[in-house]
C-alpha cells in the first residue's frame, strides 16, 4: 500500500512547479492586501484540484484496471487514496498556518495561535466533509460523470440556500448556533470522522465489485 | 505434481453485447500458449477473469494450483502483467515505478529492472507520455518481467512494435521460459509472431474456443486443399473442416494433410499458416 | 552445430530438425556420447516452439540415434551400420520412387532411366 500512497504523491510532484508557483502567489497576496485577507480558503481549494489531477492522470491511463491485476491491488487503491488526501490535507493546512502566521506576525505584530488553529481546523474539517462526498461519487460513476455531479450539486445547494434564507427567518436558528458555536470546535472533528469513514466504506464497497 | 501454471475451467461471463461460452483451457509449465482471435472475439476479457479484474464470472480458473479468487495475491506475486492500453500514469516516469513497485511486489528486484530499461535503450527520468508506442510497450513488459513472475500474461504486446522491436522481444518471451517452471500466455491477432514460438494454440471466435492444440498440430498437420467442384463433390463431409468457394476453385482446410492426400490423392495441399487459419475457420463454411 | 530450417519447403519444422541432426550423426559430425543442445535452447536459436524440438528430439532417441538422460540432456547414441544403411536405402528409394514417378508420368522409359543412372555413377 505505501507503493500506492507514492504513487499519487508523484504524481503530485510531476506537477510541482505550477503547486510551488500557486502557494507563493497566495502567500504574497496575504501580504499585499491590507484587508483581512484570510487564505484559508486556499485549504479546500488545493486539495481538491489536486487530488481530483491524480483521479484524472488514473483514468486517462486506465489505471484502476491495472492496479487491480497487481497483488492486493484492489483492496489497497482505495484505502492509498483516502490516506494520501489525509497527508496532503495537513501538509496544506501546516503551510497555509505557517503563512497565516508569518503575515499576521509582520503585519499586527502579534501571534494568536488559537485563532489559527481554530481556523485551520474548521477548513479541514470542511474539506474533508466535501472530500468525503465526491470520493464514492467518483468511484461509482467515474471522473467525468462525477464532475457534472458534483458542479451540478455545487450549484444546486448554493441555490437551495439562497431559496431558504429568502423565506426563513434565520434569527433564532442563529441564536441557537451561537451557543452551537461553542461547541463546534468538538463537534464538527467527531462529524467529520464519522463522515470520513462512512464514506472509506461506501467507496470500498463500490471499488470492490468494481469491473475495469 | 502440478502440471498446468494455469486452468481455465468452463468460464463464462454475460454482456449485454456479448458472452463469454464455456472457456476451457489449460497451459503446462515451460510452454507458450498463443491466444488468438479477432478484436473483440473475448480475448481480454478472459484474461481480465483470470486476474479478477472482472468478477462477475462463473467457472473455475487455476493458476499454480491454486483457485485464482481464493488466493488473489498469492497467485498475483508470481504473475508478470502487460494489459493493452492500462498502464501507470503517463505522468510519471520510469524511476517512479521502480519505487511505487519495490513496495507492491514482494520479489520486486531494482537490479533486474534498471537492467532491463538499459537492454531496451529506455531513459531512466523522462515522462512516460513522451515515449513511443515500442518504447512504452518495452517498458510495460520490462515492469512485467522485474518480480521473476513464474507466469506472463501478456495481452496484446507486440501491437504497435515494428518488427524489429518485436523480434527483440519474442526473443526475451523465449528467453523467459528457457526456466522450465515458467510458462507465458500470450494474446495476440498478429498470428505471425504466434506461428514460430507458440506450443499451443487456443482460437477463440465470438466468445468460444474453435480449437486448442499444439502449434505443430495445427500447422504442420491441417492443411488447405485446393481443388475443382467435381473433386470437392467426392469429399466426404466428415473429412472437411471449413471450405469457401471461389470464382475458380473451392478451398477445402482438412485436419490431416497426409491422410487426406493418400484417401483422395488430390494434390494441391497447400501449408497453412495461422492467418490462413484463422481466415478459414470465420468465414468458411462448415 | 549448423542446422537451417526452411519455413516455406513444406516440411514439418520437427522433421528438419530430427533429419539434420541426424544426417550429422551419420556423418559422424555429432560424435558419441556429445550432450545435444537442450530443448529449450535449442527452440530459443532455432526460434521455434519447444514442443517442435521436444518432437524432434523424441522421434531420434525412437528411431535410436539419440539416448534420453533424465534430468542430464540429450546425448548420442552410439548407433550400429546396419541402422545407418538401412536409412540410407530408405532414402535413396524414396528419391528414385519420385524420379520413377515422373518418368511414367512422362513416359519416359526403363532403359533411358538405367542409363541415366549408370552415366551417373561414371562421372563420380
Known amino acids: ?212 | 505434481m502440478m502440471n498446468n501454471i494455469l486452468e481455465v475451467k468452463n468460464l463464462s461471463k454475460e454482456y449485454n453485447d456479448f458472452e463469454l461460452k464455456n472457456v476451457s483451457f489449460e497451459l503446462p509449465k515451460g510452454m507458450i500458449l498463443g491466444f488468438i482471435g479477432e478484436n473483440g472475439a473475448g480475448k481480454t476479457t478472459t484474461i481480465k477473469s483470470i486476474l479478477n479484474i472482472v468478477n462477475d464470472y462463473t467457472g473455475e480458473i487455476n493458476v499454480f494450483g491454486m483457485n485464482n479468487r481464493k488466493n488473489d495475491k498469492a497467485v498475483k506475486e508470481d504473475i508478470g502483467i502487460v494489459l493493452d492500453d492500462m498502464f501507470f500514469p503517463e505522468i510519471l516516469n520510469p524511476t517512479d515505478i521502480n519505487v511505487i513497485m519495490k513496495d507492491i511486489y514482494v520479489n520486486w528486484d531494482s537490479k533486474l529492472y534498471f537492467k532491463y530499461l538499459k537492454e531496451f535503450s529506455l531513459p531512466t527520468n523522462k515522462q512516460i507520455k513522451a515515449f513511443s508506442k515500442g518504447m512504452r510497450k518495452k517498458l510495460e513488459i520490462a515492469t512485467a518481467l522485474s518480480h521473476h513472475p513464474k507466469l506472463l500474461i501478456l495481452d496484446e504486446p507486440t501491437s504497435g512494435l515494428d518488427p524489429v522491436a518485436r523480434n527483440e522481444v519474442i526473443d526475451i518471451f523465449q528467453d523467459f521460459i528457457q526456466n522450465e517452471e515458467c510458462s507465458i500466455l500470450l494474446s495476440s491477432h498478429i498470428t505471425t509472431d504466434l506461428e514460430h514460438i507458440a506450443d499451443y494454440i487456443v482460437f477463440i471466435n465470438k466468445g468460444e474456443i474453435l480449437l486448442s492444440k499444439t502449434r505443430d498440430e495445427l500447422l504442420e498437420e491441417y492443411g488447405i486443399v485446393k481443388c475443382t467442384e467435381t473433386e470437392f463433390k467426392k469429399i466426404n463431409d466428415s473429412d472437411l473442416i471449413r471450405y469457401r468457394k471461389s470464382k475458380y476453385e473451392y478451398e477445402v482446410l482438412v485436419e490431416n494433410k497426409k491422410e487426406f492426400n493418400k484417401k483422395y490423392s488430390i494434390n494441391t495441399i497447400d501449408k497453412i499458416t495461422l492467418e490462413d487459419l484463422m481466415v478459414m475457420m470465420i468465414k468458411g463454411v462448415k | 552445430m549448423e542446422i537451417i530450417i526452411s519455413n516455406s519447403s513444406g516440411i514439418p519444422i520437427y522433421e528438419q530438425i530430427k533429419e539434420q541432426i541426424k544426417a550429422k550423426i551419420i556423418s559422424n559430425e555429432l560424435k558419441v556420447n556429445e550432450l545435444l543442445p537442450s530443448i529449450r535452447s535449442l527452440a530459443k536459436d532455432l526460434r521455434c516452439s519447444v514442443i517442435t524440438t521436444k518432437n524432434a528430439y523424441e522421434e531420434l532417441v525412437h528411431e535410436g540415434y539419440v539416448i534420453n538422460v533424465p534430468s542430464k540432456g540429450f546425448y548420442v547414441a552410439e548407433i550400429n551400420d546396419e541402422v545407418v544403411r538401412e536409412e540410407l536405402l530408405n532414402k535413396i528409394e524414396l528419391l528414385l520412387d519420385e524420379a520413377v514417378r515422373i518418368a511414367k508420368l512422362n513416359s519416359v522409359d526403363k532403359k533411358t532411366i538405367l542409363e541415366m543412372i549408370n552415366i551417373l555413377y561414371e562421372e563420380e
Open chain 1, 1 to 212: 500500500m505505501k507503493g500506492l500512497i507514492k504513487k499519487d504523491f508523484l504524481l503530485v510532484k510531476s506537477n510541482i512547479k505550477v503547486l510551488v508557483i500557486l502557494f507563493i502567489v497566495i502567500g504574497f497576496m496575504s501580504f499585499t492586501f491590507n484587508g483581512e485577507m484570510n487564505i484559508s480558503f486556499v485549504l479546500p481549494f488545493m486539495s481538491v484540484v489536486i487530488m481530483l489531477s491524480t483521479f484524472s492522470y488514473d483514468a486517462y491511463n486506465k489505471w484502476d484496471a491495472y492496479v487491480t491485476a497487481l497483488p492486493d491491488g484492489r483492496k489497497n487503491s482505495i484505502k492509498s487514496k483516502y490516506i494520501a488526501t489525509i497527508i496532503l490535507l495537513f501538509m496544506i493546512a501546516i503551510g497555509v498556518s505557517i503563512i497565516t502566521a508569518i503575515s499576521t506576525y509582520i503585519k499586527d505584530n502579534t501571534l494568536d495561535f488559537g485563532a489559527i488553529l481554530e481556523m485551520v481546523l474548521v477548513m479541514l474539517s470542511t474539506t474533508i466533509i466535501m472530500q468525503s462526498i465526491m470520493y464514492p461519487v467518483i468511484y461509482k460513476f467515474g471522473l467525468e460523470k462525477a464532475r457534472i455531479g458534483i458542479f451540478v450539486g455545487a450549484f444546486g445547494l448554493g441555490f437551495l440556500a439562497s431559496l431558504i434564507s429568502k423565506y426563513v427567518d434565520f434569527k433564532p436558528i442563529i441564536q441557537h448556533l451561537d451557543m452551537l458555536n461553542n461547541y463546534l470546535t468538538f463537534i464538527l472533528p467527531i462529524v467529520t470522522i464519522i463522515l470520513l469513514y462512512i464514506s472509506y466504506k461506501i467507496s470500498e464497497k463500490v471499488y470492490k465489485n468494481k469491473e475495469f
